[in-house]
């Protein structure tokens, strides 16, 4: 019983192994980036839209809408991160209806790699807000007792990160798998239908906090400015 | 477990593949297109307003040229008006004023026939009275008459005021004056001698006296002394009757003149009145001329 695809190698030489997780990771960026390339290659300003691109618009404009939510303004900053974090998980979780689909996701690689992204995007946001000195004072606030908890807050979230989705989605996989052979019918059907769902919650939950932990990062910054903004007036 | 590196940094690397890739021909391209049609459609509202603006202030300026165009027309209908009756006006008076000078025309004419008329109806009645008077008086005793009129001028020559009496008397005493008393009948010697008697007892000096007879006189006595004249003569009733007729008729031109001045109207009126007051003038004339023949 394969618990992660990464132990479906379909080529090795030397280190180099194309397992299940890479080649389906390729097939979810081919996939996406298909569609993408398909429907923007002649978009339409006018009212009338082709289908694909009110699609794409919808999806977008409800990606930016949940951002929104979070950030309240600059969302456009973070959506293509953001964005593309949930759509490949999204998409990943979502064909795993496909008979012979391994769901690149239920790979604790797959899972830590996009954890890790996110772990030095937040940085990154916040550095290129806050400016370097503006982006560390946040770990020593409220307090510098509170450093070493910070620090070991920023580690543990991401691997918090990565391990929700791989252990939802493996375990999704699993238990279809060992309810095949327990029940083979019907029941594992509703398994899996109850897998989309919480693929689709998995998504939308690393999503989201990617964007909260970015934001965390930024944020502090933003209410700073808004002090120094009131103490001006 | 032994980690596999190869893999974590595939996945990274395959996810910033994607990020990229989908940055660039998902969410760019999106949300340019999207910022554009909101753009466009802010812009298209914003044109409409522009357009719904410009109109209403068209409406306005319409409204303001209706409204123009109103008092134009209400100003040039007063006008209008105003010129309709002046010259409603001008033309009345004019009417007035011709149906005035018509009616002075006619008042003019009117006397100047009237005149002509009096003149006609003095000679006339004058005479007849003459005629008349002459042949009453020639029927009635000649020398009745005769002397009547002798006693008449004497008892005139007695009732002399005295301040003339002197006078004569004075251009007596400056002047040896014949007396000439002219008559228009024949004096007997002895009226003649009566007459002289008297007016030498009168103004108390003996004078000539030179009797004559004159058809001018029609009926009666004339003393001449130098310029001073006593007479008595029916030339005198003559010019009192047509005194009297003079008088009768303007009264009846006043009642006339009165009555047109209440109906003058219009100068169709002014012209039947004259119209109608000729052919009443020639009906008298005529009527008066047939009563003059009859009479003859």
Known sequence: ?233 | MKVDWFTLIAQIINFLILLVLLKYFLFDRIVRIMDRRKEKISQKLEEADQKKAEAEQELQEYHRKQQELEEQKEEILAEKRKEGEETKKKLLEKARQEAEGLRNQWIQKFSQEKEEFLNDLRREAGQQIYQISHRVLSDLADSDLENQIVKTFLKRLDNLESDREKEIKKTLGENKHKILVRTSFKLTNEVKEEISDRIQKRFSKTHEFDFQQSDQLKIGIELKIGEHKISWNINQYLDTLEEKFREKLEEQEMVKTSESAKTQEDDKKAGEIHGSNDSGREKSESESQQKNAGED
């Open chain 1, 1 to 233: 019983m394969d618990i992660s695809p990464d132990s479906i190698v379909y080529w090795q030489w030397g280190p180099i192994t194309l397992n299940a997780t890479i080649v389906f990771t390729w097939v979810i960026m081919l996939i996406l980036i298909g569609i993408s390339w398909m429907v923007t290659r002649n978009l339409s300003e006018d009212a009338s839209l082709s289908r694909w691109q009110n699609f794409l618009e919808a999806v977008v404009s409800t990606i930016k809408g949940q951002i929104k939510d979070v950030v309240h303004s600059g969302a456009e900053e973070y959506l293509p991160f953001i964005g593309t974090l949930f759509l490949f998980i999204s998409l990943s979780n979502f064909l795993i209806f496909v008979p012979g689909y391994h769901p690149p996701t239920g790979s604790i690689y797959t899972a830590g790699g996009l954890a890790i992204c996110v772990f030095f995007a937040v940085p990154v946001y916040g550095i290129a807000k806050r400016g370097i000195w503006g982006y560390l004072k946040h770990y020593i606030s409220p307090s510098p007792f509170m450093l070493p908890f910070n620090i070991i807050g920023e580690f543990s979230r991401t691997l918090s990160l990565a391990i929700r989705l791989f252990g939802n989605i493996m375990s999704g996989s699993l238990i279809v798998a060992i309810l095949l052979s327990i029940v083979p019918l019907f029941v594992p059907v509703v398994m899996e239908i109850l897998g989309l769902l919480i693929g689709q919650i998995q998504a939308y939950i690393f999503a989201v906090l990617a964007m909260v932990y970015i934001a965390s990062a930024t944020r502090s910054h933003e209410k700073q400015e808004a002090k120094t903004n009131n103490s001006d007036k």
